[in-house]
Nanobody, 116 residues
Framework: QVQLVESGGGLVQAGGSLRLSCAASGSIASINAMGWYRQAPGKQRELVAR???????NYGDSVKGRYTISRDNAKNTVYLQMNSLKSADTGVYYC??????????WGQGTQVTVSS
């Protein structure tokens, strides 16, 4: 099992920045990828960014060029730097970890609200 604890959400004005953190614990060695998904009201959860153990990174199309995912292996923590935020970025951001058996683990979610 993997446990995930997120932090860093909040309220920001359009054009501003926020950084999210996600600390993993438990079966760390089983993790193949960690990342972030978000869910806006009335919409499906969507991929924001994901980083694999080997270093490959995926970004959702709507955040490319504005968001950066990074990791600190020593702290078992993944970060999401969000710049040039838009009102469309508002939603609950969930940290995700996927293991080598393709099982998904989720954090509790952190609210990001961008005011226009």
């Amino acid at each position: 099992q993997v446990q995930l604890v997120e932090s860093g959400g909040g309220l920001v004005q359009a054009g501003g920045s926020l950084r999210l953190s996600c600390a993993a614990s438990g079966s760390i060695a089983s993790i193949n990828a960690m990342g972030w998904y978000r869910q806006a009201p009335g919409k499906q959860r969507e991929l924001v960014a994901r980083i694999f153990v080997g270093g490959s990174i995926n970004y959702g199309d709507s955040v490319k060029g504005r968001y950066t995912i990074s990791r600190d292996n020593a702290k078992n923590t993944v970060y999401l730097q969000m710049n040039s935020l838009k009102s469309a970025d508002t939603g609950v951001y969930y940290c995700n970890a996927q293991d080598y058996l393709f099982r998904n683990f989720w954090g509790q979610g952190t609210q990001v609200t961008v005011s226009s």
